[in-house]
């Protein structure tokens, strides 16, 4: 490692990962995911957009109280008032806060966006950094649409932003543009054309709009990069951003041609992954590279038989290199408190004591339902019991009637702003009649964009696992539930989604 150059992580779940359609996070959801960035050793944590609403500007506030590892970065465009209200939420990090500030650099985004000259953006650009590094010496500025901008007037940008006080630049690929090797020379020009480049930590942004966020910001380190932006899972806006485990796990794997290293525990890599997609819902395709379920798994007969001889035949990597126990004890209804805690433990819950029983009556509750209780049953209990959003719509009882002689039919008793409800209504199937009648009862005009269902785990006693997309407003929001009876793991799932439309405050979305 001592041979090696390192590469900081810049992680941006919390603010760029949000952005995906439905991924909005509460407070507390936040500060869970920045708990374990902050065992995973990142170097910055970009924790939200502090103007863009009440709730985010108190995310990155926490967020800064909390975390006493990783810098805090907070998102600000390139305005005094921005700027202001970042450091107003950053200062509780001290000298770890960092203001990010950005423009547009690109002729689309100056003609059409902006309607800014050249100059006007230099200008506009040298103020904003002048004014964040007034309060934190610690300042990034980001050229907006980068990849898209001509090399020259980049160059400028560049130069007179480090002569301002920049520290950190960065060059997105805001919209998931570029090709490795274009990239590559993007950087370099930078590299040799920019006489104070030495004087700043050149960043890269990448979107995965055409598949390339990873090797596209593997070419950047190569050119002379030194720090990733990436988010757990790749998730983030339109098709997502470069992903963390898949960039560390890289430069980990192929130090052969690779002389980089990161300082990222990669033992909670698993963890991390599994929590965001028991908050935001999202879970990662199976096939998804480092922690997709198929990721360690051989079916084939060959690879089965080479990997029995010697796993390094078709493992690249360990399992256990990311946190993915495969000793694992099997939990169920004559299972201790001791064991539940561990396994708790082992997929990066930190559960103060009063969760932590919540959590385990429900498990002894589903174990007497269930033979087995498996890793995923524990995320649906955790995601179910403890990581809860407001709840101004609760479930009370309900039942269904449905079958080819009978009408379905959903009857439902619902908690509405503190008040009961009842109330029944036919349907085409007994989730829709459960959900008219839900529907009924809030008097919500949310339109359902997305349903599906599916068995957490295999066997007949599995828990169902329901999701629902719901859009209002122009706000979309995802809603989860789990329950061994699908019908009412749907309606949970459905109320879960209006408890986030009413709970979620109205805020911008930045592309960066």
């Known amino acids: 490692m001592s041979q090696t150059k390192k590469i900081k992580i810049f992680d941006t779940t919390l603010r760029d990962g949000e952005q995906s359609p439905g991924a909005s996070m509460n407070i507390e959801e936040k500060l869970r995911i920045a708990h374990l960035l902050e065992k995973m050793n990142v170097d910055v944590i970009e924790a939200g957009f502090p103007i863009a609403s009440?709730?985010?500007?108190?995310?990155?506030?926490?967020?800064?109280?909390?975390?006493?590892?990783?810098q805090i970065a907070g998102l600000s465009r390139a305005n005094n008032m921005d700027i202001d209200r970042a450091w107003e939420a950053l200062k509780y990090a001290g000298e770890r806060g960092r203001i990010h500030t950005f423009i547009a650099t690109s002729d689309i985004h100056m003609k059409y966006k902006l309607?800014?000259?050249?100059?006007?953006?230099?200008?506009?650009?040298?103020?904003?950094?002048?004014?964040?590094?007034?309060?934190?010496?610690?300042?990034?500025?980001?050229?907006?649409?980068?990849?898209?901008?001509?090399?020259?007037?980049?160059?400028?940008?560049?130069?007179?932003?480090?002569?301002?006080?920049?520290?950190?630049?960065?060059?997105?690929?805001?919209?998931?543009?570029?090709?490795?090797?274009?990239?590559?020379?993007?950087?370099?020009?930078?590299?040799?054309?920019?006489?104070?480049?030495?004087?700043?930590?050149?960043?890269?942004?990448?979107?995965n709009d055409l598949g390339l966020a990873v090797a596209n910001s593997l070419a950047a380190v190569q050119a002379g990069a030194e720090q990733v932006e990436c988010t757990i899972n790749g998730i983030g806006e339109r098709a997502g951003n470069c992903s963390l485990e898949e960039v560390v796990m890289t430069l980990r794997t192929r130090h052969d041609i690779l002389p980089f290293h990161t300082d990222i525990v990669t033992e909670h890599i698993y963890a991390a992954s599994k929590l965001l997609s028991t908050i935001t819902g999202i879970v990662v395709q199976p096939n998804k590279a480092i922690v997709g379920a198929n990721a360690f798994a051989h079916e084939a007969g060959i690879h089965q038989h080479g990997?029995?001889?010697?796993?390094?035949?078709?493992?690249?990597?360990?399992?256990?290199?990311?946190?993915?126990?495969?000793?694992?004890?099997?939990?169920?209804?004559?299972?201790?408190?001791?064991?539940?805690?561990?396994?708790?433990?082992?997929?990066?819950?930190?559960?103060?004591?009063?969760?932590?029983?919540?959590?385990?009556?429900?498990?002894?509750?589903?174990?007497?339902?269930?033979?087995?209780?498996?890793?995923?049953?524990?995320?649906?209990?955790?995601?179910?019991?403890?990581?809860?959003?407001?709840?101004?719509?609760?479930?009370?009882?309900?039942?269904?009637?449905?079958?080819?002689?009978?009408?379905?039919?959903?009857?439902?008793?619902?908690?509405?702003?503190?008040?009961?409800?009842?109330?029944?209504?036919?349907?085409?199937?007994?989730?829709?009649?459960?959900?008219?009648?839900?529907?009924?009862?809030?008097?919500?005009?949310?339109?359902?964009?997305?349903?599906?269902?599916?068995?957490?785990?295999?066997?007949?006693?599995?828990?169902?696992?329901?999701?629902?997309?719901?859009?209002?407003?122009?706000?979309?929001?995802?809603?989860?539930g789990a329950h061994p009876d699908i019908i009412v793991a749907s309606a949970k799932a459905y109320i879960n989604a209006l408890n986030k439309l009413v709970s979620a405050p109205k805020r911008n979305t930045i592309t960066v």
């Open 307 to 480: 990997v029995l001889m010697e796993k390094s035949t078709y493992e690249i990597m360990t399992p256990e290199s990311i946190g993915l126990n495969q000793n694992k004890l099997v939990l169920g209804k004559h299972s201790g408190r001791h064991a539940f805690i561990q396994r708790l433990e082992q997929l990066g819950y930190d559960l103060g004591k009063e969760d932590i029983e919540k959590a385990f009556v429900r498990f002894k509750a589903l174990a007497d339902q269930k033979k087995e209780i498996f890793d995923e049953d524990i995320d649906a209990i955790v995601a179910d019991e403890i990581i809860r959003i407001p709840e101004t719509y609760k479930l009370l009882q309900m039942s269904v009637s449905s079958g080819s002689f009978t009408a379905p039919t959903a009857t439902v008793e619902m908690e509405v702003d503190g008040k009961v409800k009842k109330g029944a209504r036919l349907g085409d199937g007994p989730v829709d009649a459960t959900f008219k009648t839900i529907k009924k009862l809030t008097g919500s005009n949310a339109r359902l964009l997305h349903f599906a269902i599916g068995a957490i785990t295999g066997g007949t006693d599995a828990q169902g696992e329901c999701t629902v997309r719901l859009e209002e407003d122009g706000r979309e929001v995802l809603g989860q």
């Open 54 to 70: 009440e709730g985010d500007f108190e995310a990155v506030r926490r967020v800064a109280k909390a975390i006493k590892g990783p």
């Open 115 to 207: 309607k800014m000259s050249e100059e006007q953006v230099i200008e506009t650009a040298v103020k904003a950094v002048k004014r964040a590094a007034g309060y934190t010496p610690n300042v990034e500025f980001s050229a907006e649409d980068a990849v898209r901008t001509r090399l020259p007037f980049l160059a400028k940008v560049v130069e007179a932003v480090i002569a301002a006080g920049a520290k950190t630049v960065n060059i997105p690929d805001t919209v998931g543009y570029t090709i490795p090797s274009e990239y590559f020379n993007i950087i370099k020009y930078l590299k040799d054309h920019v006489p104070n480049i030495e004087k700043t930590v050149l960043s890269v942004h990448c979107h």
